[in-house]
């Protein structure tokens, strides 16, 4: 069956970095777009950031772009996103997700059909 676990989620300070990854199982990782999206307390779900199956394009949200970097490592069936320059606003619980269809890089929530179990990122002094 698909299983995504994360790590890497914790604390950190307004202006740090923290490395989300992302390793997937029972699905050609290789040939699906990845997404990551993340929930804040009292907030709907948001999309942050999706990879093409190659790695070939990147797409961001607003409220991350220039600042959070997504990658993948086929060859480990993992996605990574790399934040930098954190924000208390980023405090959220971080999931990568499955899209239903293979192309698609980024969407609502019903454009995807598997996610992860979550990893906390929390940013505060």
């Known amino acids: 069956q698909v299983q995504l676990v994360e790590s890497g989620g914790g604390l950190a300070q307004p202006g740090g970095s923290l490395r989300l990854s992302c390793t997937a199982s029972?699905?050609?990782?290789?040939?699906?777009?990845m997404s990551w999206a993340r929930q804040a307390p009292g907030k709907g779900f948001e999309w942050v950031s999706g990879i093409y199956s190659d790695g070939s394009d990147t797409y961001y949200a607003d409220s991350v772009k220039d600042r959070f970097i997504i990658s993948r490592d086929n060859a480990k069936n993992t996605v990574f996103l790399q934040m930098n320059f954190l924000k208390p606003e980023d405090t959220a619980l971080y999931y990568c997700?499955?899209?239903?269809?293979?192309?698609?890089?980024?969407?609502?929530?019903?454009?995807?059909?598997?996610w992860g179990q979550g990893t906390q990122v929390t940013v505060s002094s």
């Open positions: 029972g699905f050609a990782f290789s040939d699906y777009a």
């Open positions: 997700a499955k899209p239903r269809l293979p192309y698609r890089v980024r969407g609502g929530p019903s454009d995807f059909d598997y």
